[in-house]
T-cell receptor, first 113, second 112 residues
Framework: QKEVEQNSGPLSVPEGAIASLNCTYS??????FFWYRQYSGKSPELIMSIYSNGDKEDGRFTAQLNKASQYVSLLIRDSQPSDSATYLC?????????????FGTGTSLTVIP | DGGITQSPKYLFRKEGQNVTLSCEQNLNHDAMYWYRQDPGQGLRLIYY???????QKGDIAEGYSVSREKKESFPLTVTSAQKNPTAFYLC???????????FGNGTRLTVT
């Protein structure tokens, strides 16, 4: 069983601050990594994909991947109250039976106005 | 607009009844997935399908069944054998072998 670990939180940050979310994974062979945002009662929404070591920036979001440490993180700059949600880390695993995705339990983020 | 449509949004059933959740996509994605989410827990894979007429069990397939007769459709049946069927069910699809999942809006099933 592949494992994806996240701090459950809750994580609280003041508006305008940087929120840092972390994720570790167990399968060293994993190739693709994703961050999803899930508002209460809604389905997950993809916010970042990262495939190579290093940083990937998209607007206020930066994903960081370190395959040697089996670690992926998400930074949210200038946090807004609308960023308050649960953030899910997902890891992709290619097998001979297909493409599987494994999810962490999510980190709850609250941005305080 | 392209997307994944799950219906109904809310579903109520009596214990002992089978129920089928609908999932349709017009994204031309080959792979489709069903996940279950319980409060405070991550997403758990029920079944997935990479191509028409083929599907694989996920981690929690017991008590569930699926079919993939068309590329666009991947319905999930929750049978009476499923011990704790009340949950939020999410259908998803993916076009690339390394690409992300795209989710439908989910069906919230309550069994009493």
């Amino acid at each position: 069983q592949k494992e994806v670990e996240q701090n459950s939180g809750p994580l609280s940050v003041p508006e305008g601050a940087i929120a840092s979310l972390n994720c570790t994974y167990s399968d060293r062979g994993s190739q693709s990594f994703f961050w999803y945002r899930q508002y209460s009662g809604k389905s997950p929404e993809l916010i970042m994909s990262i495939y190579s070591n290093g940083d990937k920036e998209d607007g206020r979001f930066t994903a960081q991947l370190n395959k040697a440490s089996q670690y992926v993180s998400l930074l949210i700059r200038d946090s807004q109250p609308s960023d308050s949600a649960t953030y899910l880390c997902a890891v992709n695993d290619l097998t001979n039976t297909g493409n599987q995705f494994y999810f962490g339990t999510g980190t709850s983020l609250t941005v305080i106005p | 607009d392209g997307g994944i449509t799950q219906s109904p949004k809310y579903l109520f059933r009596k214990e002992g009844q089978n129920v089928t959740l609908s999932c349709e996509q017009n994204l031309n994605h080959d792979a489709m997935y069903w996940y279950r989410q319980d409060p405070g827990q991550g997403l758990r894979l029920i079944y997935y399908s990479q191509i028409v007429n083929d599907f694989q069990k996920g981690d929690i397939a017991e008590g569930y069944s699926v079919s993939r007769e068309k590329k666009e459709s991947f319905p999930l049946t929750v049978t009476s054998a499923q011990k704790n069927p009340t949950a939020f069910y999410l259908c998803a699809s993916s076009i690339e072998r390394r690409g992300p999942l795209h989710f439908g809006n989910g069906t919230r099933l309550t069994v009493t």
